[in-house]
């Protein structure tokens, strides 16, 4: 079965660190680029991150620019977001989602307490 598992979501306090990661199972990941997205209660849902597949390009939503990292790892089937100085407006579901076939992680849970 083809899909992406988050994982690495977490409490933690405004201004610590966590690490999240998608894992593709079924597919090769690093035939497409790859998007990390949260939705916050009563939000809607918005872009984070993103990376190409091909150049490794990468892209920031401003709100977590100098803040986040995202990064691939092909040989792990593995993107993942390191995530810095957190703030509380960080809190929400993250998501990871592969737009060329459309497939999106369940999410998890990312919380920053004040």
């Known amino acids: 079965e083809e899909q992406l598992v988050e994982s690495g979501g977490g409490l933690v306090e405004a201004g610590g660190s966590l690490r999240l990661s998608c894992v593709a199972s079924g597919f090769t990941l690093d035939d497409y680029g790859i998007g990390w997205f949260r939705q916050a209660p009563g939000e809607e849902r918005e872009g984070v991150s993103c990376i190409g597949s091909l150049d490794g390009s990468t892209y920031y939503a401003d709100s977590v620019k100098g803040r986040f990292t995202i990064s691939r790892d092909n040989a792990k089937n593995t993107v993942s977001l390191q995530m810095n100085n957190l703030k509380p407006e960080d809190t929400a579901v993250y998501y990871c989602?592969?737009?060329?076939?459309?497939?999106w992680g369940q999410g998890t849970q990312v919380t920053v307490s004040s």
């Open positions: 989602h592969a737009p060329g076939p459309d497939f």
